[in-house]
Nanobody
Framework: QVQLVESGGGTVQAGGSLKLSCTASGGIFMLNAMGWYRQAPGKQRDLVATITSTGSTTYANSVKGRFTISRDNAKNTVFLQMNLLKPEDTAVYYC????????WGQGTQVTVSS
């Protein structure tokens, strides 16, 4: 059984910060890419950031300079540090693990108030 457990979502004022965490269980995933996606109501699920096993990162243009993805391979955990949050960042954020299959967390709500 592979499970992704997310934490850290919540409500924050515009300009504030929030840190999301996602821990994978059921295997050793230090060689696998992980990432964060988000989906707002009525919109498609979009990539936010990805990180490879070696630490190479990719960011959506909308979050560059504000969000930072990182990982702790010893704990099978990926983080998303979100700074200077904007109301348009409001969405359900999903953790992703890429193996032969794509695994997804349950999603965690991030709400940014103006």
């Amino acid at each position: 059984q592979v499970q992704l457990v997310e934490s850290g979502g919540g409500t924050v004022q515009a300009g504030g910060s929030l840190k999301l965490s996602c821990t994978a269980s059921g295997g050793i995933f230090m060689l696998n890419a992980m990432g964060w996606y988000r989906q707002a109501p009525g919109k498609q699920r979009d990539l936010v950031a990805t990180i490879t096993s070696t630490g190479s990162t990719t960011y959506a243009n909308s979050v560059k300079g504000r969000f930072t993805i990182s990982r702790d391979n010893a704990k099978n955990t990926v983080f998303l540090q979100m700074n200077l949050l904007k109301p348009e960042d409001t969405a359900v954020y999903y953790c992703n693990l890429r193996t032969t299959y794509d695994y997804w967390g349950q999603g965690t709500q991030v709400t940014v108030s103006s």
